[in-house]
């Protein structure tokens, strides 16, 4: 969450003033406003809100059909919702290495392809995009599905394209944490009827009794209750006006960075597979040790410190610190956990702590530091200047 104001604080009001919180309610539009907004900002056909990013993945993963017997391939660094969202469709995920970019490495997707294979997550974190072109390459010529989670690079863009929008679908988080907010939310995003349709249906338990479930192409399924509200909806319609201002912002200041950084002794930027489709919530700095990369990051220059981070603390963000999928933990009942499934004997789940170590070596050697699109030029300045001070030592 970066602008949040008046204008949310108004768009709440309006809501509770209408007495119209429940979206299903005959006069409740702003939801389904919110998807209208974000299908002509994304440039998609069809927008589903729901509660959370991991109802957005859930429900897409609905709707791509995935399930029990499936194999589906996700990067070792990520949130472990992705690799949870695979499992609660009773599918195995297959988690492998990220190359230098920290994004999901193409040329292991194409090594840990089997005949069980469905689909392959791409992880936009931290804004970065993914190889798009490598991972629809490989996509086309295995018959996988593709599923963008761009939890954490609201409109975000690969080559031009907005991110989300390039595989079959698209997931997007709200919650706190990430570009646009509203506390808690989520989005789908596809170009595809059917999959559209199929996540409707799964993200809304109840949907059987909507007005919409008469234009369904097949017959209705009973899924969960993921269904958003209206007052969610009503922020999500501010916050996405916001969005491109703030991304604008934020790459600004990213590259002011960069510009001011290239050249210095000793700095390498992590790479990037579309600097300019980048979100710029964050400047990723390359070492060649963990001990260099600390220093950096912990430098202090007076009351100015770098205030940089190293990925590799980033707890639940990386596969080896999934403890209960790395021992098989899933699910309140034995016979629906996924691991335990017949269905799924002998699909890939061969898991450890060091199985992605090239992962793990490039998260312990990189410093990221969090952007702030309001910071004065001032306040960027004295920063970039202790970043330089930092990498002298
Ligand atoms: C935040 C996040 C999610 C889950 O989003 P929630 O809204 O918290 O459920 C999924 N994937 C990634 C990569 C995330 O960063």
Redesign the pocket.
């Known amino acids: 969450m970066f602008r949040m104001g008046k204008e949310e604080i108004d768009a709440v009001a309006r809501v509770i003033n209408s007495k119209q919180l429940f979206r299903i309610n005959d006069y409740a539009r702003e939801v389904d406003h919110f998807e209208e907004e974000l299908s002509a900002k994304m440039g998609v056909e069809y927008s589903l809100c729901l509660t959370?990013?991991?109802?957005a993945?859930i429900s897409a993963l609905a709707g791509l059909g995935i399930g029990p017997g499936d194999e589906v391939i996700i990067p070792g660094y990520?949130?472990m919702?992705?690799a949870t969202a695979v499992l609660a469709m009773g599918a195995i995920p297959v988690i492998i290495e990220v190359d230098d970019s920290l994004t999901i490495d193409p040329i292991e997707i194409e090594k840990h392809i089997t005949q069980y294979t469905k689909a392959i997550i791409p992880?936009h974190?931290i804004g970065f995009p993914c190889n798009m072109d490598k991972i629809m390459e490989i996509a086309k010529k295995y018959n996988l599905k593709v599923l963008e989670?761009a939890?954490?690079a609201d409109g975000g863009s690969y080559k031009g394209k907005r991110l989300g929008t390039i595989g079959d679908a698209g997931a997007f988080?709200?919650?706190f944490?990430?570009i646009i907010s509203a506390g808690?939310g989520?989005a789908v995003v596809t170009n595809n009827r059917t999959i559209y349709q199929r996540a409707l249906v799964y993200h809304d338990g109840g949907s059987a009794f909507r007005p919409f479930a008469k234009g369904l192409e097949f017959p209705i399924f009973l899924g969960q209750q993921y269904r958003s509200n209206e007052i969610t909806g009503a922020i999500l319609r501010e916050q996405l006006k916001k969005l491109d201002d703030i991304l604008t912002d934020l790459r600004k200041v990213k590259n002011i960075f960069i510009n001011k950084l290239t050249g210095v002794e000793n700095v390498t930027f992590v790479r990037s597979n579309d600097s300019e489709g980048d979100c710029g919530t964050t400047l990723g700095f390359a070492f060649d040790s963990q001990e260099e990369a600390r220093k950096f990051a912990t430098y202090k220059s007076g009351d100015q410190g770098v205030d940089g981070w190293l990925p590799i603390d980033s707890d639940k963000h990386i596969y080896c610190n999934w403890e209960p999928i790395l021992n098989k933990r899933f699910g309140h009942h034995p016979t629906t956990n996924p691991f335990n499934m017949p269905e799924n004997k002998g699909r890939l789940m061969d898991y450890s702590k060091n199985m992605c170590p090239t992962t793990l070596k490039l998260l312990s050697q990189t410093v990221f530091i969090s952007m702030n699109p309001d910071w004065s030029e001032a306040e960027i300045d004295t920063r970039i200047q202790c970043c330089k001070e930092a990498l002298k030592k």
């Open positions: 959370s990013g991991t109802a993945l990520t949130f919702a992705t992880v974190l989670d939890c954490q988080s709200f919650n944490y990430k808690e989520g």
